[in-house]
């Protein structure tokens, strides 16, 4: 019987002395709108904006070291040099020659274009004895492309959880009230399906992404004067964490990863708070 494979490594993340400094040339476009068509109370805002950064610092996945130097892009390594930058950043074990560690360091690598548009509209009146405040800000992606490293081509990370995150949009709206003393809010988070990081390197990947989200939040405050309250319930409906990374086509059922980055990993909470002054 064969021993069995694991095909895993260990990257040892290295810093970079001779890192150089990234090149950005930005445009925004920006403009501001009250009371639109006589609706007084609302204000809206619209930035579109364009960034393209050259000399990107970002850490080189072990992904990317083996893509490069096993010439998967037919330009890195074409003559599968052992001595290649990258083929040195990877370790094997002196005995058997399996892969031990890969050196993750930080380099100058490539370039990132991306651009959008953010969007936020808010309006405030009185409802009432009280005032009712609602509010919501979007951001719609329309381009994040980038480069692994110098020599590979763009990729695309728009609509995955590459780069950090690059949701096609983010919503995040708002409302509140508040009669005299007293005020209560609540705040919407959504974000849409996406896909995995896994997509923007490998456009015909089986790994899953995850679903749409919504998390909701209450606070409610009582200001007494000299002491001030507040209390409130965080993720109120008790959403669950969504999988990220599930591969069913090689029957991948038992996944647990998600990414606490975007999705609450506490479940429902409530605080209580009090304010002195003296």
Known sequence: QNPPYFPLEIETEKGNPNLNPEK??????GTIITDPFGLQGLTATIDAYQIHIN??????????AYYNCLNANGTSNPTYDFNNT????IDR????????N?????????????RGIDVSVGWRGGVGPGTLTAGTAINYLLQYKYQPDSTAPFRDAKGTLDQ???????????FGYSMGAFDVGMQWRFLPAVDPADKALLPNTTV?????????????????????????????????LPIVGENLAVGDTNSNQTNLNFYDGLGRRFFIGAKATF
Not at 24 to 29: H, P, R, V
Not at 105 to 110: E, I, Q, V, W, Y
Not at 214 to 229: E, M, P, Q, R, V
């Open 24 to 29: 950005a040339k930005t445009i925004t476009l």
């Open 55 to 64: 000399d990107t610092i970002a850490r080189l996945s072990s992904f990317t």
């Open 86 to 89: 990258y083929c040195q950043l």
């Open 93 to 100: 074990n002196g005995t058997t020659g399996d892969r031990e």
């Open 102 to 114: 890969v050196d993750s360091l930080f380099l100058n690598l490539g370039k990132v274009r991306t």
């Open 164 to 174: 950090g995150g690059q949701y096609k949009y983010r919503a995040l709206t708002t």
């Open 208 to 240: 899953g992404g995850a679903g749409a989200y919504s998390l909701f939040n209450l606070t409610g405050g009582y200001d007494l004067g000299t002491i001030k309250l507040r209390a409130g319930i965080d993720n109120v409906l008790n959403r669950r």
